[in-house]
Nanobody
Framework: QAQLVESGGGLVQAGDSLSVSCAAS????????MGWFRQAPGKEREFVAA????????LYADSVKGRFTISRDNAKNTVYLQMNSLKPEDTAVYLCAAQIEEYGRVYPQKYAYGYWGQGTQVTVSS
């Protein structure tokens, strides 16, 4: 069964940078737009960033625009999220997801995504 596995989370201080990765077990994910979401305790899962299958188009939540960068390496079946100038409010479990539709548009809505990883914890201390 195809899987998405996140890594790279950890504990950092406000203002620091951190990069998280998402490794896909199947090449089918190289044909799908990919996204990062996050979920803090007691809160809804929210969209962070997404990238088209080719990497040509990216989409960001307003709260992370200018601080986070999403990228992908299809040869390695891996998607990355570079997070700079981290804030305590960025603390959450970060989840990688793949859209249901291959070669489709990039969407911020959760319902467009059919494959999810287990998540990696990112904690930003003040």
């Amino acid at each position: 069964q195809a899987q998405l596995v996140e890594s790279g989370g950890g504990l950092v201080q406000a203002g620091d940078s951190l990069s998280v990765s998402c490794a896909a077990s199947a090449r089918t994910f190289s044909r799908r737009p990919m996204g990062w979401f996050r979920q803090a305790p007691g809160k809804e899962r929210e969209f962070v960033a997404a990238i088209s299958w080719s990497g040509a188009t990216t989409l960001y939540a307003d709260s992370v625009k200018g601080r986070f960068t999403i990228s992908r390496d299809n040869a390695k079946n891996t998607v990355y999220l570079q997070m700079n100038s981290l804030k305590p409010e960025d603390t959450a479990v970060y989840l990688c997801a793949a859209q249901i539709e291959e070669y489709g548009r990039v969407y911020p809505q959760k319902y467009a995504y059919g494959y999810w990883g287990q998540g990696t914890q990112v904690t930003v201390s003040s």
